[in-house]
Structure formats: C-alpha cells, structure tokens
C-alpha cells in the first residue's frame, strides 16, 4: 500500500505572478541603470580626456620605436654571422660619358646650406603662414559659390557603408571657419629610414647618416584655434517585427574648436632604377591636441539633447579615425609632379599679349590698330627705297643730294 501511493510534489517557492513581478522589476531596473549611467551619466573633463589619450599615444609610439630598435638588432647580428660577400667586378666604364658626381650626404647637404642642427634657431614661417591662408581663404570662397563640396559630403555619408537601420543623412550645417592656423618654429631634423631621430639628444654626428634612407625632416609646431562645423540629420529606423516598426530623429553637430601638435614633413628622393618618383610624406607627432564640440538631439517631442555618452562615442571615434591615418608611426604619402619646366606647363607671354591687343582693338574701335599698320607700311617702303640698285657712280635717293651714301638720311651729304 505505501508502494502504491504518488509522493507529494514540492510546490515552487514563487508563484507565477510573483515571477511576472520581479522580471519587471529588473527590466525597469535596468533601464533605469542605463539612463542613468548612459544618457544622463556626467562625462570626464576635457582636461583628463586629453590626458588619458596622450598617454596612450606615447606608450603606442615607444613600443613601436622598442619593437624597430629589436629588429635592428636581430638584423645586425644575423649579418654579422653571413660570410663577407665577394667584391663585384669593375666593369669597364665609357671614356666619352661625364663621370657622376658623388652623392650629396645629409652631412654635405647641411654644410653647404650653413645649416647647424644643434645650434641653428628655429624659423618663424611668417612667410608660409601667409601662403596657406591665401589658400584656404580662395578654398573658402570657391566652397560658398560652388556647392561642389556639399555633394562631395553628401555622397560619402550616404555611401555604401552606411547601416540598413539609418535613414538617408542631410547636411543641415556646414561652416569651413574663418581663421587660418598658424605654423611656428620650424627646425630641420636628420631621420633614418624609420623616422627615428639619429642620436636623440646627442649631438648630431653626420657620419650616423650616411646609411641608406636616411633624410632630412622638417618638424613644424601648428596651432588652430576657430569653429569648423558639420551638422547632420537623420533618422533611425526599426526593422522588427516588420520595416519601419519605430522612427527615432537625430540630430548631430561636430565643431573642431581647437587644434595644436607638431607637423614633420620629409621628402623621399625619386629611384630610377625602381622607376619611383619623389614623394612627400607628413605625419602628426602623438604630443597633439584636438578639442571638438558636440551637440545632439534625440527625439522629435520628448527630445534629449546633448547627451555626454553619445559626445564621448562620437569624439573617440573621430580621434581613431585621425590616429589611423596621420598620426606616428603612421604617415600620409603624396607622389610630387616632375618639376622640370615643360612647354605645355608655360603660362603667360603670347596669349597675354594676344588678350592685351584684343582689348585694345576693342576699346578704340581699331583705330589703333590701323595707326600701327599704316607705321609699319611706311617703314618698308622706306626700306625699299633705300635697296635700289645702283647705275652710276653717284647715288640717286629720293629726296637726297648727289654724293650721300646709301641709307644716308634726306639732305645731309657726306665729305668727299
């Protein structure tokens, strides 16, 4: 009989409703967390943000230099345990071609300018500034009469990288600034192939730089202080359960506010043998600083604006974007055009010439030009006059007396 009988079932300690209630309660508590810590959560001062990605720029950029200096060093050591190699054969050179002179070393280079390294004082680049703003101040003013680099913008955004679940991107501000940034204290730097400084902190020794590679590096200080803006607008879409179940606006504006660091500037010389042509390579020391401002708007009737958490996103993504690209150990690389001077490359001369007549044809009503034509009738006849062939022994001119030479002007003779 005590076989037959079911044992009892242990009933759950939590009712289904007291479940219901408590999965609630810890979906409120985690959206409040989020709101909270996310949307509403105070962003560390700019001060401390600056700080925060120096440091890791330095400490990226001394383990860069640390990982070069150890393959050098593995690459001395297993060099020195190669065989020496045999010398190559002299070949016999032609007596009729000029004999190359020898190549410029960064040392020669350096004394034939009077350039001292360790003591030449760093240049203003008054001049430069000056170059640069002309510049960009025609680059502004071609911008606002030609909206050539509104559709450049707008094709970007809306490329093929742009997610499924954000609608078309409108450019809603668009601002290029009004100051000019400013270049100071430009010093010449000798550098290896690596870009590493020979000797640093050492007096420079112009033997260091013979190898292979080695060139000469400008390092300029830049500092930018203006308000360059670009507000966008969208909006983001939810797909599920069905297309367009949710439409949530944003609203994005981005002003760079303030720019300073170090620009070094390098030329690579041409390779013919390679068939390279010189380049031109520009890269950002880590010591730079750049400080945007970030405005947002969420929402179309309860909006949120100026959330610090979508700030803070947006600008680490932009100092990543600029760290991949320009910042040390990596660099921008420009091949330069052939600066020999070429006949299809000369302005000026003729055609200004050409234009100059045509407006004066144009002003006078020909009149000139008829005056200079009736000039030049009356010189050739002259000249034909003067060219006629001689009979006799004294020579006949229109207009002179016997006995004047030829080409002689009208009445005047000469002594016999």
Known sequence: MAQDVCPTRSEPSLSFLQGLILG????????????????FGEAPSAEETASIRATERRSRTLAHK????????????????????????????SSILRLNPPTLTIGSILDKTYYKVDSHQPESLDWFNVLIAQTIAQFRSDA????????????????????DFVDEI?????????DFPIFSNCRIIPVDEDGLEFGAGKAFDPKLATREGARLQARMDVDL???????????LLLNFPKRLSAVLPVALAVSIVRFSGTLSISFIPSNPSENTPTKMTFTFLDDYRLDFSIRSLL??????????????????????????????PRFQEIEL??????????????????????????????????????????????????R????????????????????SLPGIDMPT
């Open 24 to 39: 609630q309660l810890s979906v409120v508590l985690l959206i409040a967390a989020f709101i909270k810590f996310f949307i």
């Open 66 to 93: 640390k990982s070069l200096l150890s393959l050098r060093s593995e690459a001395t050591q297993r060099q020195g345990s190669q065989p020496p190699a045999l010398p190559a054969l002299n070949k016999k050179k």
């Open 144 to 163: 606002q009469h030609d909206d050539a680099i509104l559709t450049s913008l707008s094709k970007a955004l809306n490329g093929n990288s742009r997610p």
């Open 170 to 178: 409108r450019v809603s501000e668009l601002s290029l600034g009004e």
């Open 225 to 235: 202080s203006d308000m360059i803006t670009l507000a966008v607008e969208t909006k």
């Open 299 to 328: 929402g179309s009737r309860s909006r949120l604006q100026d959330v610090p958490k979508i700030a803070q996103l947006v600008e680490s993504r932009l100092h990543r974007w600029f760290d991949e690209r320009c910042v040390e």
């Open 337 to 386: 055009p052939s600066m020999w001077p070429r006949k299809k490359n000369t302005r000026g001369g003729g055609e200004i010439i050409a234009n100059v007549e045509h407006s004066i044809h144009k002003a006078h009503g020909g009149d000139v030009a008829k005056e200079a034509r009736q000039e030049v009738d009356t010189e050739v006849d002259g000249l034909r006059y003067r």
């Open 388 to 407: 006629r062939p001689v009979t006799d022994d004294t020579y006949s001119v229109s207009g002179s007396m016997p006995g004047s030479m030829p080409g």
